[in-house]
């Protein structure tokens, strides 16, 4: 597929998966309109971008906020004239018991996983079915078995999956390209900040290195998925067993799950 010239907007893309995806997508020549809500992290993105001579537009937006999501497509339109394609990838990730946590703290978490995904893609379907762009959903094996301290991100995550089935199905006539992507343990920026209660930011634990897969590799695949209009994937082979193991054996991870926690006292 040849993205020379084609719009892509990235949500959650000052960092992490989300700003790997925009370089390999500007390198092959696609205009990419960046996303976070930090500005001052994303205008600096945008400069080292603009130092590349990539061709981006920085749109800092809530994607759990209806208001920013109609601002970033509109303004998205208003630079670059078409949409064709959306990547739902900006999150928050949390490392929280769901005893410690209060009510706007869980919303404001699945809100970004979830509405964060639903928000900017209801604003942008009028254009994707002019283009017959593509929607990517960035979920994760938390989207596929709820997992302890991360009950809001779980409940996110698994989201997802219905949006995508409902849209993939009432949307057929359409044309629109409607992927999920189940994103498996991923290399983190060393600024990646988990929520903990009252809101504090702590820096995520490193993973023994592995069992995780570069972001170079994942940005690759979400590529290769938009360019083959491929509708599921799952990443690594980490994921691949975990995924295929709770189709076939769902007690069997439950039993794991639940046995680590109690180990855990
Ligand atoms: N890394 C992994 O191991 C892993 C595993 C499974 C799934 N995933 C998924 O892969 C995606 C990328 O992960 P990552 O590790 O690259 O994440 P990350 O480093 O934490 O980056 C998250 C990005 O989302 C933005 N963001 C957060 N809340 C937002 C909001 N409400 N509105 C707009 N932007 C928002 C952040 O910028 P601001 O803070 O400035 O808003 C940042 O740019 C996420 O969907 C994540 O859930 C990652």
Request: hydrophobic share 40%.
């Amino acid at each position: 597929m040849n993205f020379k010239d084609k719009v892509y907007i990235i949500t959650g893309s000052s960092q992490g998966v989300g700003k790997e995806l925009a370089k390999q997508l500007c390198e092959k020549g696609a205009k990419v309109v960046l996303n976070g809500r930090n500005e001052s992290k994303l205008q600096k993105v945008k400069k080292e971008f603009d130092l590349n001579n990539h061709s981006t537009l920085a749109i800092p937006a809530d994607i759990s906020s209806v208001e920013d999501c109609k601002e970033l497509i509109s303004k998205t339109i208003e630079e670059f004239g078409r949409l064709d394609g959306l990547i739902n990838n900006g999150s928050i990730t949390m490392n929280e018991q769901i005893e410690k946590m209060d009510g706007e703290l869980f919303q404001k978490i699945f809100a970004s996983n979830s509405l964060g995904a639903v928000l900017p893609t209801l604003e942008a379907l009028p254009y994707l079915k002019k283009t017959k762009g593509s929607v990517i959903f960035l979920s994760s094996l938390a989207g596929v078995h709820g997992l302890p301290s991360a009950s809001a991100y779980s409940m996110g995550k698994m989201s997802l999956t219905a949006f995508w089935q409902s849209l993939r199905a009432e949307l057929v006539k359409t044309g629109i390209h409607f992927g999920i992507c189940y994103l498996s343990f991923t290399e983190n920026e060393k600024s990646k900040r988990m929520v903990t209660a009252n809101g504090d930011l702590i820096p995520v634990p490193e993973r023994p290195k592995f069992m995780v897969q570069s972001r170079e590799k994942v940005a690759k695949e979400i590529m290769s998925m938009i360019s083959r209009r491929k509708s599921k994937k799952v990443m690594s082979v980490i994921g691949k067993v975990t995924v295929f193991t709770m189709q076939h054996f769902p007690r069997m991870v439950n039993f794991i799950i639940r046995n680590v926690q109690k180990n855990k006292g």
